[in-house]
């Protein structure tokens, strides 16, 4: 079965990539992400939604750009997200790679908890500049 496209926001004309694989329930599922997983079940089920969406944008990145290691995503920092059901659409996202801040857009589907669905694409740099603006840290602690 072909993979489920996200329901809104990802037409091909807008320049997402849809991916084919899911990468965030091997993430989780993985031993040394148990305090993640019992984070996520702490949250509001709209929260829990994002995050879901948050954790597959950062592997989607590294899978396309292998040199990029995400560590944070912002999933509104340049415009408000939206979210219906389990459908998230980010059109002003960014995400932090080398203690930098780069643009992101995605399209999200989560259905009984795991991503189904997911396109995206990488923006340039946020101008340093910009930053403080847009609430982005100059360094993010992983707590690792």
């Not at 939604?49 to 999933?75: D, F, G, K, T, Y």
């Amino acid at each position: 079965m072909p993979p489920k496209e996200p329901s809104a926001g990802a037409e091909k004309d807008e320049g997402l990539i849809s991916a084919r694989t899911m990468l965030s329930a091997g993430v989780l599922a993985n031993p040394r992400s148990r305090k993640a997983m019992q984070q996520l079940r702490t949250f509001s089920a709209d929260e829990r939604i994002v995050q879901l969406c948050n954790i597959e944008a950062m592997e989607q990145v590294h899978a396309r750009q292998p040199a990029m290691l995400p560590e944070a995503v912002s999933p509104y920092a340049f415009q408000d997200l939206t979210l219906r059901g389990g459908s998230v659409i980010a059109d002003g996202a960014t995400f932090y790679s080398g203690h930098r801040w780069y643009g992101l857009r995605f399209a999200c589907n989560v259905e009984a908890g795991k991503v189904v669905a997911f396109a995206f694409r990488i923006g340039q740099p946020v101008p340093r500049a910009q930053w403080e603006e847009h609430n982005l840290a100059e360094s993010i602690d992983t707590g690792d």
